[in-house]
């Protein structure tokens, strides 16, 4: 119970910090034609939602143990693709990629308070999997903010998956960085269900594993590997997850 106050506190503490932010960023989205301003003020927006994951984490009780930290590329845009497990798996992955993310979510996200606004906040994109023509549009605009530099986060499971294992990789999230050319982040995550979903949506000390794996390049992928590539990510983050050790 007290942890649970202790996070509805935090995500309180920045959207009340960060509301002025936003309301100025998105003004000056519509006023401003220099995109370099407007990239500053969502690292900006993105550095004060890197503090409220670690205050959600830290007030949770949740202990981060990742490896392959040195995976993490050091410059250029690129798409990490990771399985989803919990609404802790997005705030994890903030605490540990410093430059700024987008990510995309399903178009239920706008209905979820708080969340829905640090989500548009940080130039998220909502995606509708059953509206062919919206999920064209997401993915137009996926490769524009990966033009502009800014990385983004997919969870090709396509929801959150209730098993233990893996649910079977949409091979529609790979056109996005088949589209813009850009290098895949293989990212496995375990034991975020156990701060939330496992207790009856009550929140709980656990320690959270990540393993992130190589780079996985896109480009010159012949016609069957592009067709593969979801299958080959799948694989890959499989081992990821059996390659973990609990400490």
């Given at each position: 119970m007290i942890r649970g106050l202790r996070v509805v506190w935090a995500m309180c503490w920045h959207f009340i910090i960060t509301t002025f932010s936003r309301q100025?960023?998105?003004?000056?989205?519509?006023?401003?034609?220099?995109?370099?301003?407007?990239?500053?003020?969502?690292?900006?927006?993105?550095?004060?939602?890197?503090?409220?994951?670690?205050?959600?984490?830290?007030?949770?009780?949740?202990?981060?143990?990742?490896?392959?930290?040195?995976?993490?590329?050091?410059?250029?845009?690129?798409?990490?693709?990771?399985?989803?497990?919990?609404?802790?798996?997005?705030?994890?992955?903030?605490?540990?990629?410093?430059d700024p993310l987008v990510f995309i979510g399903k178009d239920e996200v706008?209905?979820?308070?708080?969340?829905?606004?640090?989500?548009?906040?940080?130039?998220?994109?909502?995606?509708?999997?059953?509206?062919?023509?919206?999920?064209?549009?997401?993915?137009?605009?996926?490769?524009?903010?990966?033009?502009?530099?800014?990385?983004?986060?997919?969870?090709?499971?396509?929801?959150?998956?209730?098993?233990?294992?893996?649910e079977p990789f949409k091979s529609g999230s790979f056109k996005l960085p088949i589209k813009a050319k850009v290098p895949i982040v293989p990212i496995a995550i375990q034991n975020t269900p156990m701060v939330y979903e496992a207790n009856g949506h009550k929140i709980k000390k656990a320690k959270v594993y990540v393993n992130i794996g190589k780079v996985i390049e896109t480009t010159n992928l012949t016609k069957e590997e592009t067709k593969h590539l979801h299958k080959q990510v799948e694989d890959c983050i499989r081992d990821l997850l059996s390659d973990i050790t609990h400490t």
């Open positions: 100025k960023y998105r003004l000056d989205n519509k006023t401003i034609d220099n995109e370099e301003t407007r990239g500053q003020y969502r690292a900006e927006i993105y550095k004060m939602t890197q503090e409220l994951c670690r205050r959600m984490l830290k007030a949770a009780g949740t202990e981060v143990v990742a490896t392959g930290i040195e995976n993490l590329p050091k410059s250029g845009p690129v798409v990490y693709i990771s399985n989803h497990k919990s609404l802790f798996d997005g705030p994890v992955l903030a605490t540990l990629i410093d706008k209905k979820i308070p708080i969340i829905n606004s640090w989500f548009a906040g940080i130039g998220g994109i909502y995606i509708v999997r059953e509206d062919i023509k919206q999920s064209l549009e997401a993915i137009l605009k996926g490769v524009d903010e990966l033009n502009k530099g800014y990385s983004i986060v997919i969870f090709p499971e396509g929801t959150r998956g209730k098993n233990i294992g893996l």
